[in-house]
């Protein structure tokens, strides 16, 4: 019959079982490293008038978990861009009114053709793809030679 000893069979076991937490505090740290790049490229990206669409970003990290929104209630509209459709006047006065346009013909002409999509978060998303892939690896980098030091 063979027999195989495991030399520190206690320490494996132990780095085993601290693995999970130190896990989630590296991957937490690279979802907020990441979503923080994807917010800088979203703000960069984002057109501006009254600046408004760039200062609304609500970002949260939970435990293995993150999101990224922005909280204006345009921004999916300005992103995707709509078919065409008669605007609620009310959403689009006081932006006609600071361009000098009066605000029936934005109006029609939205009916007519829709908006243009601006797509600024799909771009930061694809730009924070690179930074996710570094970051994601140095944390499970981190993690590893943690747990074996």
Request: glycine fraction near 4%; proline fraction near 5%.
């Amino acid at each position: 019959m063979w027999q195989i000893q495991i030399k520190n069979l206690d320490k494996i076991r132990n780095l085993i079982m601290e693995y999970p937490r130190q896990s989630v505090l590296n991957f937490n740290e690279a979802i907020a490293k990441t979503l923080i790049a994807v917010e800088r490229y979203a703000i960069m990206g984002a057109p501006v008038d009254t600046g408004r669409l760039r200062s609304s970003w609500r970002l949260s990290v939970q435990l293995m978990r993150g999101e990224l929104s922005n909280t204006t209630n345009y921004a999916i509209f300005v992103a995707k861009g709509t078919k065409p459709h008669w605007p609620p006047m009310k959403a689009i006065e006081k932006w006609a009114n600071r361009k000098g346009i009066a605000p029936f013909l934005v109006a029609r002409a939205i009916a007519r053709k829709g908006t243009k999509a601006n797509p600024f978060f799909d771009n930061a998303v694809f730009a924070g793809q690179i930074i996710a892939d570094d970051e994601f690896q140095k944390a499970l980098d981190k993690t590893i030679k943690e747990l074996i030091k």
